[in-house]
């Protein structure tokens, strides 16, 4: 792969012309594909030239100078409010919004194990994960120093097992995490059962175990899609919920939001008091600088879309996995293993467990442009997985590009296989 290798340039003494410093750029990024041709990442940026100008023009101010832009701190506190009436809570749910989910999740996390030191002190403390857990819970654990307790998924189904979670739990634990969506199937876990069974724990044994949800995707998905599925502040053991904007909140990279269950106040002690930026207001978050850009859009995109906007979005995306789905079951030797019933995300495998059917694939389509990450999965029944994660700015052009592709690949393997 370019660019893994070791780099070594000098700074350079004098300027370069503007013109040579472009063509550096072109040069040096000309193998990497365009975003559209990207299916494996979530990051779905629109390509709107009225957001484009809008995002410019709030690129150069600094989120956290709130006494100079308090305009952009009230668009912050409208998303938060929205979102707080998406995920159901009540009028002392606060939050903040964060560069992504990753830091969203660090804060939930340092903050759940803040809440556990006040009654414990000499114990090792564990998180306990999910089987799909995201890496950046790993990471928390490894910079924080707590155990990470990484479940086996529920039999035959790569998603949590809620007994399996309850029985993961002792006096160490901070707190659970469930996941809405996961990143390598697009597959909720059962949140609700996982919230019972903790409620079975506390009644049982006393042990009251917060449950975080990491709604990176979903939670801009499910609301729209599954409201009827409960996974957020409905459920009373759930406390905190993250998302990123810029996944299906349909924003430009970087924005995530982060939720608590109980207001912002209590938040008091974790947040660093910023005082000679003008305010003196708390800040939650790790990130101190960075644009107000991607709040205003996200803004821009709650309102401009509405309830009725997202659903028709995320329901022509479910659409095309679907497709894309049914396109890949007619393959030989693909097995498709997730195709769209949560997130519109497809996955497939080889039919079995010998075969090169996906990479064989994956690598003719890579031929074509397309990106379709593979990767060694952690539910070991499908150890090699594909991925193609449908988002809302693949025109219906690109669709019938990509399904044509997938199927003469296909041949194109199937052939050299036989000869
Ligand atoms: C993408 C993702 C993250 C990380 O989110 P960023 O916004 O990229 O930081 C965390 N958890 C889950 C479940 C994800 O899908």
């Not at 940026?45 to 023009?57: A, G, S």
């Not at 502040?233 to 109980?262: E, M, Q």
Request: proline share 8%.
């Amino acid at each position: 792969m370019p660019g893994t290798g070791p780099v070594d340039v000098d700074f350079l003494e004098a300027p370069c012309s503007q013109e040579t410093a472009e063509e550096v750029i072109r040069d040096v990024t000309r193998s990497d594909i365009p975003p559209s041709r990207n299916l494996g990442t979530f990051v779905s940026p629109e390509c709107d030239p009225h957001i484009d100008t809008l995002v410019r023009r709030w690129s150069r101010h600094n989120l956290i100078n709130r006494a100079e832009y308090p305009g952009v701190t009230i668009l912050e506190h409208r998303c938060l409010a929205m979102l707080r009436h998406l995920w159901h809570g009540s009028a002392d749910t606060g939050g903040c919004a964060t560069t992504g989910s990753s830091e969203a999740a660090v804060i939930a996390a340092a903050e759940l194990l803040r809440r556990w030191r006040k009654q414990n002190h000499d114990q090792q403390p564990n998180l306990v994960l999910g089987p799909t857990a995201h890496t950046c819970w790993l990471r928390f654990c490894m910079f924080w120093n707590v155990e990470p307790r990484l479940l086996p998924p529920r039999q035959g189904e790569p998603i949590s097992d809620p007994a399996a979670v309850a029985s993961s739990c002792d006096a160490g634990t901070i707190g659970a995490v469930a996941t809405l969506g996961s990143p390598e199937f697009g597959l909720y876990d059962p949140v609700h059962e996982v919230s019972t069974a903790l409620d079975e724990l506390h009644a049982r044994t006393g042990l009251d175990i917060p449950l975080h949800v990491d709604a990176a995707s979903g939670g801009f998905v499910a609301p729209f899609l599954q409201p009827e599925f409960p996974w957020d502040f409905r459920l009373d053991r759930v406390v905190s919920i993250n998302a990123s904007g810029h996944k299906y909140g349909l924003t430009r990279p970087s924005v995530g939001w982060l939720l608590w269950r109980t207001s912002w106040s209590t938040m008091d002690e974790l947040a660093l008091a910023a005082p000679y930026i003008g305010t003196g207001a708390p800040e939650p978050t790790l990130s101190f600088s960075r644009p107000s850009a991607p709040v205003v859009e996200q803004y821009l995109q709650l309102i401009r879309r509405g309830r009725s906007g997202y659903r028709a979005t995320h329901l022509r995306s479910r659409d095309i996995a679907e497709r894309v789905a049914r396109q890949l079951a007619e393959q030989p030797d693909i097995e498709v293993l997730s195709g769209g019933s949560d997130l519109p995300v497809v996955t497939f495998t080889a039919g079995s467990p010998a075969s090169a059917a996906v990479t064989d694939l994956t690598t003719s389509l890579a031929d074509k442009g397309w990106h379709i990450p593979v990767y060694q999965s952690r539910t070991p029944t499908h150890p090699t997985t594909g991925r193609i994660v449908v988002r809302s700015d693949m025109s219906s052009d690109l669709v019938d590009e990509l399904t044509t592709d997938i199927a003469r690949a296909s041949h194109t393997f199937a052939a050299k296989g036989e000869s």
